[in-house]
């Protein structure tokens, strides 16, 4: 059995200016400098949604990925955000730690205005219209699709945790708390499109995510 090497560096460890480290150009250039020293692995840590305390063993989900690891200089260059936007964002100032709680207040509304700028909005901009943008909207659906054994109830559970502030599931309404068919029908109508907000979290994450596993030193393509 021949023998490898590789170096353990958690995602969040990355340089980057959004406050944590994700899929950026950062992480290809890592991958550039792991190929360059001759190591073969590369050892992450879970990259799971992660709850309170932001430990990456403690996640809310098996499947869901952590949007805080989406690089927004690709949803910059897809036109979803402008540089504005980013900078505008208070991320925290020491680029030697993570402040997890202006991540959680202030990293969201940026992803939340990305969703809402992007084709695969519940209603998207007029400039999305037309065939032009089916395409993108398809590989939406089908990811939607392929993940349906997870996804959907994944997304309705965050849209409902962020309606009741937050709290943890026991201490929702009894109806939701307990998927009565009539409360799980009402929040599905009522919160559409927040739901429809996480599922775009996820597809970002995942696009995202596949590009830099695939990585062969070449740059990643656009979303």
């Known amino acids: 059995m021949s023998r ?15 406050g944590i480290g994700c899929f950026s150009r950062e992480a290809y250039a890592f991958v550039d400098f792991l190929e360059k020293a001759g190591q073969s692995l590369w050892q992450i840590l879970p990259i799971g949604q992660t709850g309170y305390g932001d430990s990456p063993y403690q996640s809310f989900s ?3 990925g952590n949007p805080y690891f989406i690089d927004l200089e690709e949803l910059v ?12 964002a208070d991320f925290g100032t ?15 509304p940026v992803l ?41 109830d994944y997304a309705l559970y965050s849209a ?11 201490e929702w309404d009894d109806d939701i708390r ?7 029908a009402r929040y599905t109508a009522e919160l559409a499109d927040e739901i429809r907000e996480v599922q775009f979290q996820q597809f970002v994450f995942f696009d995202q995510w596949k590009k830099l596993k695939s990585y062969d030193l070449e740059p990643p393509g656009a979303l």
């Open 178 to 184: 307990t998927r009565q068919p009539s409360a799980m």
């Open 4 to 18: 490898t090497c590789g170096v353990l560096l958690p995602i969040a460890s990355l340089p980057s200016r959004q």
């Open 94 to 108: 020491d680029p030697e730690k993570i402040d997890y709680e202006k991540l959680y207040f202030h990293f969201y």
């Open 62 to 64: 098996t499947f869901a």
């Open 160 to 170: 409902v945790k962020t309606k009741q502030g937050g709290k943890s599931y026991i």
């Open 77 to 88: 260059k897809a036109g979803y955000l402008t540089e504005e936007d980013v900078k505008g």
């Open 112 to 152: 939340r205005k990305a969703y809402e700028n992007s084709p695969y909005a519940l209603h998207p901009a007029e400039k999305y219209q037309g065939p032009a943008y089916d395409a993108k909207r398809k590989a939406f659906a089908d990811f939607i699709e392929e993940n349906e054994d997870w996804l959907p």
